[in-house]
T-cell receptor, first 113, second 111 residues
């Protein structure tokens, strides 16, 4: 069966510090991978998605970047965090032919102070 | 542009009640619709996926329906229990194959 991992689970970082969040998927190959952010009281916002190694699409202009160095690894980064980057970051995988169902990881709670 | 709306935003009911959560979407040219559950501080758990060719999908006490022509989906929860307390999210794909989420219905079932 497929599983998706995210770490760290929680993170508190000062403004201006770098960020690296990691997501890995097990039990599937060549998945579509997604990064979402969920701000307090708001819906999920798609940040990035990837259909393959090295292929990244950005949905909104922002202070963040994403990379996919391996088939089942998706990384969210920032060089300098802003207060507005605080939120709950969720990684998801999907793209099974015929169904396109998405499955989510446990999330990372990021607080920027 | 796909927009997804969920009503009500919050719901508090006594245990045992049957519930209906509503989801509306503006672009009916969808190939599926997905319902999720989110517990506080946790990720999303996929509950049901309804394909565009289906009208209903059932899993245990949960039943989801899809009416593309009216742009609506409903999640029916039978005989609600305190363990059903969570936020329920629906998501429909956009014309660019991305999932667009509603803001959710926060459900509390009290004993």
């Amino acid at each position: 069966s497929q599983t998706i991992h995210q770490w760290p689970a929680t993170l508190v970082q000062p403004v201006g510090s770098p960020l690296s969040l990691e997501c890995t998927v097990e039990g599937t190959s060549n998945p579509n991978l997604y990064w979402y952010r969920q701000a307090a009281g708001r819906g999920l916002q798609l940040l990035f998605y990837s259909v393959g190694i090295g292929q990244i699409s950005s949905e909104v202009p922002q202070n963040l970047s994403a990379s996919r160095p391996q088939d089942r690894q998706f990384i969210l980064s920032s060089k300098k965090l802003l207060l507005s980057d605080s939120g709950f970051y969720l990684c998801a995988w999907g793209g099974l032919a015929g169904e396109r169902e998405q499955f989510f990881g446990p999330g990372t709670r990021l607080t920027v102070l | 542009k796909q927009e997804v709306t969920q009503i009500p935003a919050a719901l508090s009911v006594p245990e045992g009640e049957n519930l209906v959560l509503n989801c509306s979407f503006t672009d009916s040219a969808i190939y599926n619709l997905q319902w999720f559950r989110q517990d506080p501080g946790k990720g999303l758990t996929s509950l049901l996926l309804i394909q565009s060719s289906q009208r209903e999908q059932t899993s245990g006490r949960l039943n989801a329906s899809l009416d593309k022509s009216s742009g609506r989906s409903t999640l029916y929860i039978a005989a609600s229990q305190p363990g059903d307390s969570a936020t329920y999210l629906c998501a429909a794909p956009s014309n660019t194959d991305k999932l667009i989420f509603g803001t959710g219905t926060r459900l509390q079932v009290f004993p």
